[in-house]
């Protein structure tokens, strides 16, 4: 039997483009290839898709690549693409990648994507929605707070401060609804800086958020689309500054910031977390797998802080940890995704 051609779609337009690289790198090299033929699509900055070679799939940065495009890859036009791939594996992340731009685009040609449908990836991308929907659905979600710009921008800027003020209050944190990486999120202790750190917010989208500062453990949970959705192993997050937030660096840079899988907390509370991560994964109608990103309070609650629906495949990142842990390689990880999204689109009716 034909090896199932799988295009491996990395880079792209966001703030993430290079951990994309890392991922879809790794995912290049750890994919079964006895099963599969993977090919690597780089994504450019004006989201035109070229086919790389490895000597460029290796180099340093996105950048790099890009500047050597015309020289050492071929263009491959979108309509061509369902000639030349089975299955296309997102390894990008952030906007117009993870947000269900680029799975809109993969529906219209026709060609299966790995990660959830359209409205699920909007959804979870889009933390000011997000969070509408999952305390509708009886999940808990931070005290929120969303700014759009023009109310900050409107002479009724002083409303605004009291309704953070009276809602939220100080320390808080504030950050754009559609970002990720950390990007633009900042911690605010007085009301002196919510207008910096809003404006740092509104570079990146037209909605801001100002979000209680939430003080425990922060933990996170794969699922995974087997037979039915499953949980992984939680793990706990340990920044290198207790008191500041989570760089980019923190969570993608080896030997910096920490993971522990299992986190350690009493089994209740990882039972909790698992509970947490399914009931989000299914209440946004999320698809073959996905990070559910979390804080355990001092009060026992456990708060969803964001979906991650195309989460980091970077060789050392925690989706793998927590697979490791019930003895899962990185290769039948991506196996089980590719398995899932086969499925996922055989058995849909209309857009994913
Ligand atoms: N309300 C909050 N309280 C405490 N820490 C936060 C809060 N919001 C974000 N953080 C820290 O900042 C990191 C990034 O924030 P997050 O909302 O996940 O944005 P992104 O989509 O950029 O990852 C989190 O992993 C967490 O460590
Ligand atoms: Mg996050």
Redesign the pocket.
Known sequence: MDKMKIGIILGGLSSEKDISLESGRNIFSKIDRKKYEPISIFMDSRAALWEIPLKLLMRNSTRDIEDDLREEAKPLLYEDLKGRIDLAFLALHGKYGEDGCMQGLLELLDIPYTGSGVLASALGMD?DFCRRFLAASGIDV?KTVSVPRQDWESPRQADTLERIEARIGFPC?I?PSR?????A?TKIVSRASVGRALENAFAWDSTALV????TGV?VTCGVLEGEKPFPLVPSETI?TDADS??SLEDKFLYGKGENKTPARLPEEVLKKIQDTALATFLALNLRCYARI?MFVLADGRVVV??PNTLPGMTPSTVLFHQAAALDMTQSALIDLIIAAAVKAHRTKRGPL
């Open positions: 933390k931070p944190v950050k970002e990720g990486c950390s990007t999120v979000e209680e500062f939430l922060e920044p937030i989570l990103d802080l964001e």
